[in-house]
């Protein structure tokens, strides 16, 4: 009986899945392990970490894993592949791949099918495939300048917009909820805060958004709304550039922002539908782990995914 790991390792979280051909047998989550976003030190301890709650679930030693595939953002690339691989090697001693997060995304969500997938978590980005076998990307460029939509963008943008309705004289929850977030008492210590370098993690400001929201904030309303259109271009994009204009494009989602908030999905629904109303939409939120162990399962080949449009 073969035995396969999968992981998503996320900025702000990361999951492991084990299971032999057929079965899932065990997970375990931990903290973030993108050694970009949380360093090398903490990304090992959050992997063996994962590993480690996974194995004891599924009651086998990391030994007996025959193959891994790990989904992280800018996995694609030969250096993070390099390094999430030796942070690995300390405890899997087999075969491991590296491919980025929206691979391991958009296999749980369509398989080896077309469609679309677009994540809006830690970061964002919309990714697809068509029927030839070609791909295409849109954003997922870093947080300082892109990944729109994103808890990063939203807690970055939430904080640009309460400080801008504090200068035209008012007191939003919004404001008072970020401050609470970030235990701080004093508007000098937000503006130090935020303006550090390195800068906080303004995805950890994504619950706070949330929680104005639902007291009637305005302005924390009109980010989340935001935020949803900024994800529909995105997969506007994506599709635009893969499928034909009448097409039925599978479309699927994943990822914190959308699991967690309501008034974007529905706001992202609506977008996309209005623009292109021949998606197929599916209602369920994407485990990318999943997408990351069937991978492991089929086994690793030297060809590219698919010709990805430039």
């Not at 694609?76 to 075969?95: G, K, N, Q, Y």
């Not at 800068?199 to 924390?220: E, N, Q, R, Y």
């Not at 980010?223 to 900024?230: D, P």
């Not at 599709?239 to 974007?264: E, H, K, Q, Y």
């Amino acid at each position: 009986m073969g035995i396969f790991l999968g992981i998503d390792g996320g900025g702000s979280k990361t999951c492991c899945a084990i299971g032999d051909e057929t079965s899932l047998l065990g997970s375990g989550t931990a903290e973030g392990s993108n050694p970009v976003r949380v360093g090398e030190h903490k990304a090992r301890q959050s992997l063996h970490a994962a590993i480690q709650a996974a194995c004891a679930a599924a009651s086998i030693n990391a030994a007996q894993i025959q193959r891994t595939c790990v989904g992280i953002a800018g996995g694609a690339r030969p250096e993070i592949a390099a390094v999430v691989r030796s942070l690995l090697s300390d405890f899997i001693s087999s075969e491991i791949q590296v491919v980025g997060d929206m691979v391991i995304a958009l296999e749980a969500a369509h398989g080896t099918g077309p469609g679309v997938i677009i994540i809006a978590g830690t970061g964002s980005i919309a990714y697809g495939r068509n029927s030839k076998g070609q791909t295409a990307r849109a954003g997922g460029w870093g947080f300082a300048i892109s990944d729109e939509g994103s808890g990063q963008w939203i807690g970055r943008t939430a904080v640009t917009a309460a400080l801008r309705a504090h200068d035209q004289g008012q007191s939003p929850a919004l404001l008072e909820s970020l401050m609470k977030a970030l235990r701080l008492s004093t508007l000098e210590q937000l503006i130090l805060a935020v303006n550090a370098s390195p800068p906080p993690d303004f995805s950890g400001l994504f619950p706070a958004v949330l929680s104005a929201a639902d007291t009637g904030d305005a302005t924390a309303h009109a980010i989340l709304n935001q935020a949803s259109q900024e994800l529909a271009r995105l997969a506007a994009i994506v599709i635009d550039r893969l499928f034909p204009r009448d097409a039925a494009i599978p479309v699927a989602t994943s990822g914190g922002v959308f699991r967690n908030s309501t008034l974007v999905r529905q706001g992202f629904y609506n977008s996309l539908r209005a623009s292109h109303p021949s998606i197929v939409m599916n209602q369920k939120i994407v485990d990318p782990v999943d997408g990351a162990l069937a991978l492991a399962r089929k086994g690793f080949s030297d060809k590219a995914p698919g010709k990805i449009l430039a």
